[in-house]
Protein backbone atom coordinates (compact mmCIF):
# COMPACT_ATOMS: atom_id res chain seq x y z
CA UNK A 1 0.00 0.00 0.00
CA UNK A 2 1.04 3.44 -0.94
CA UNK A 3 1.62 5.36 1.70
CA UNK A 4 -0.03 8.68 2.40
CA UNK A 5 1.42 11.82 3.25
CA UNK A 6 -0.28 15.27 3.99
CA UNK A 7 1.24 18.45 3.97
CA UNK A 8 -1.16 21.32 3.83
CA UNK A 9 -4.44 21.20 6.56
CA UNK A 10 -7.54 20.61 4.61
CA UNK A 11 -11.44 20.81 5.23
CA UNK A 12 -14.29 20.32 3.73
CA UNK A 13 -14.22 22.11 0.21
CA UNK A 14 -10.77 22.68 0.47
CA UNK A 15 -7.90 21.15 -1.83
CA UNK A 16 -5.31 19.33 0.09
CA UNK A 17 -2.04 18.31 -0.80
CA UNK A 18 -0.72 14.93 -0.60
CA UNK A 19 2.99 13.88 -1.25
CA UNK A 20 3.02 10.49 -2.72
CA UNK A 21 6.30 8.38 -3.73
CA UNK A 22 4.83 6.80 -7.20
CA UNK A 23 0.88 6.78 -8.69
CA UNK A 24 -0.07 6.70 -11.94
CA UNK A 25 -1.40 10.52 -13.44
CA UNK A 26 -4.43 10.21 -16.42
CA UNK A 27 -3.79 12.61 -18.53
CA UNK A 28 -6.18 13.82 -21.77
CA UNK A 29 -6.33 16.00 -24.93
CA UNK A 30 -3.89 19.34 -24.94
CA UNK A 31 -2.89 18.31 -21.37
CA UNK A 32 -1.92 14.85 -22.51
CA UNK A 33 0.12 16.06 -25.52
CA UNK A 34 1.70 18.78 -23.59
CA UNK A 35 2.83 16.42 -21.04
CA UNK A 36 4.57 13.96 -23.73
CA UNK A 37 6.31 17.13 -25.13
CA UNK A 38 7.35 18.14 -21.66
CA UNK A 39 8.28 15.60 -19.41
CA UNK A 40 10.74 13.11 -19.56
CA UNK A 41 10.51 9.44 -17.12
CA UNK A 42 11.90 10.27 -13.24
CA UNK A 43 11.11 13.67 -13.37
CA UNK A 44 9.51 15.10 -10.14
CA UNK A 45 6.29 16.60 -11.18
CA UNK A 46 3.40 18.68 -9.14
CA UNK A 47 -0.26 17.22 -10.14
CA UNK A 48 -3.60 18.92 -9.73
CA UNK A 49 -7.04 16.82 -9.77
CA UNK A 50 -8.88 14.33 -8.33
CA UNK A 51 -7.20 11.33 -6.38
CA UNK A 52 -8.71 7.80 -6.85
CA UNK A 53 -7.77 4.51 -4.98
CA UNK A 54 -8.66 1.66 -7.06
CA UNK A 55 -9.49 -2.19 -5.41
CA UNK A 56 -8.02 -4.34 -7.46
CA UNK A 57 -8.07 -7.97 -6.15
CA UNK A 58 -7.33 -9.78 -3.02
CA UNK A 59 -3.54 -10.86 -2.41
CA UNK A 60 -2.45 -14.39 -0.85
CA UNK A 61 -2.52 -13.39 2.75
CA UNK A 62 -6.06 -12.58 2.60
CA UNK A 63 -5.71 -8.64 2.21
CA UNK A 64 -6.77 -6.53 -0.95
CA UNK A 65 -4.51 -4.63 -3.37
CA UNK A 66 -5.27 -1.10 -4.28
CA UNK A 67 -3.85 1.03 -7.30
CA UNK A 68 -3.38 4.48 -6.61
CA UNK A 69 -4.10 7.16 -10.01
CA UNK A 70 -4.32 10.96 -10.57
CA UNK A 71 -7.03 11.69 -12.97
CA UNK A 72 -4.74 15.31 -13.45
CA UNK A 73 -6.74 18.98 -14.40
CA UNK A 74 -3.36 20.32 -14.47
CA UNK A 75 0.54 19.27 -13.89
CA UNK A 76 3.76 21.03 -14.06
CA UNK A 77 7.49 20.48 -13.03
CA UNK A 78 8.32 20.83 -9.63
CA UNK A 79 10.98 23.97 -9.55
CA UNK A 80 11.94 23.21 -6.15
CA UNK A 81 14.25 20.85 -8.39
CA UNK A 82 15.06 22.94 -11.19
CA UNK A 83 14.30 26.16 -13.29
CA UNK A 84 11.77 25.79 -16.23
CA UNK A 85 11.51 28.34 -19.72
CA UNK A 86 7.67 28.50 -20.16
CA UNK A 87 6.92 28.05 -24.36
CA UNK A 88 3.33 28.67 -25.22
CA UNK A 89 1.54 26.37 -27.99
CA UNK A 90 -0.35 27.35 -30.90
CA UNK A 91 -2.27 24.52 -31.85
Request: a negative charge; one cysteine or more; charged letters at 30%.
Given at each position: ?????????GTWGQR?????????????????????????????????????VHRLYP?????????????????????????????????
Amino acid sequence: MIENKQTAPGTWGQRRARVLPWCDVVCDGELAFNVLDSLVEGDYVVVEGELRVHRLYPVDDGRDSAMVSVRAESEGLDLRRGVAKFLRVER
